[in-house]
């Protein structure tokens, strides 16, 4: 059965009349999760959704502090992404909320990749700890959220397949990134990233090392890497100019993005830019 499918019999299946509580998400790729686990009976906000800003300069207004301050359930990405939401949090105590962290479900630290989504075992994690809080909340949805659980699981378990399907093509394939953030889907792919101290430097906005920027422009002109991986919601003049030595060295860019598509769920979302890496994978390496 197809993700398009899965998740169109998860939107199907209703929560029914209960009244439940409103769920907040730092970002968007975790409002879709819990919109297709809650049900339109529940109002699900996410703070952060513009799929054209950089995440990395958000700050939140005075509406994201009165959804926080209702909010019965927030889910966040923790581990420095959104900073923002524990100080949302910390202005609105509320001790019958209850705060999900996808880092701490993953038992990831400070320190580690905090683009979690990418990380195939994130949502799964996400949707076995937001049912159970739903459950918490209102014991009568308890049946309701058992099936969606089951779709939304069986729709995450599809895509699982394609990653599984990608990697046993090309599994130690060498390729690099201007910034870290598909990241966790490169070490669950198998693929070999070369250069992540560069990518930090990036994406903290600090001056790469000109050794680091020396040796990404070196692989890439000896065609060592298959695929360049840039991010499409972020404006830095080295890695404008790296995407530029790539296509001249007839090296495949891959654009991927730290916000949900507008019109998109996770999954869809997840499988066109698996597609879209599979198929510069696919394509005949560069000679010189």
Request: aromatic share 4%; hydrophobic share 50%; with cysteine.
């Amino acid at each position: 059965m197809s993700v398009g499918i899965l998740v169109s019999l998860a939107l199907a299946v209703g929560l029914g009349g209960a009244a439940n509580p409103s769920v907040v998400a730092a970002e968007s790729v975790y409002a879709d999760i819990a919109r297709q686990l809650a049900g339109p009976d529940l109002r699900v906000t996410a703070i952060l959704q513009n799929p054209a800003a950089d995440p990395h300069f958000f700050e939140p207004g005075p509406r994201a502090a009165r959804a926080v301050a209702d909010a019965g359930i927030v889910i966040e990405n923790g581990i420095g992404y959104d900073p923002w939401m524990d100080r949302l949090l910390a202005a609105s105590p509320s001790a019958g909320r209850r705060v999900i962290v996808v880092a701490t479900l993953l038992g990831r630290r400070d320190g580690d990749n905090s683009h979690l989504w990418y990380d195939p075992a994130a949502m799964p994690q996400l949707v076995h700890g937001l049912g159970d809080a739903l459950v918490q909340q209102d014991g009568s949805v308890r049946g309701a959220v058992a099936r969606r659980t089951a779709v939304v699981l069986a729709s995450l378990a599809v895509l699982q397949a394609r990653i599984d399907g990608v990697k046993a093509r090309f599994a130690g394939v060498e390729v690099a990134a201007t910034e870290p953030v598909l990241g966790p889907m490169i070490a669950a792919l198998g693929l070999h990233d070369r250069h992540g101290r560069f990518e930090v430097s990036v994406m903290n906005g600090t001056e790469p090392r000109a050794g680091d920027v020396a040796s990404l422009e070196d692989d890439l002109r000896a065609h060592r890497v298959r695929v360049l991986i840039t991010n499409a919601q972020a404006s830095d003049p080295v890695a404008a100019r790296l995407a530029g030595l790539a296509r001249a060295c007839h090296i495949p860019v891959v654009a991927v993005s730290e916000t949900l598509p507008a019109g998109l769920t996770y999954q869809q979302w997840i499988a066109g830019e698996l597609a879209a890496l599979e198929a510069a994978l696919s394509q005949p390496a560069a000679r010189d």
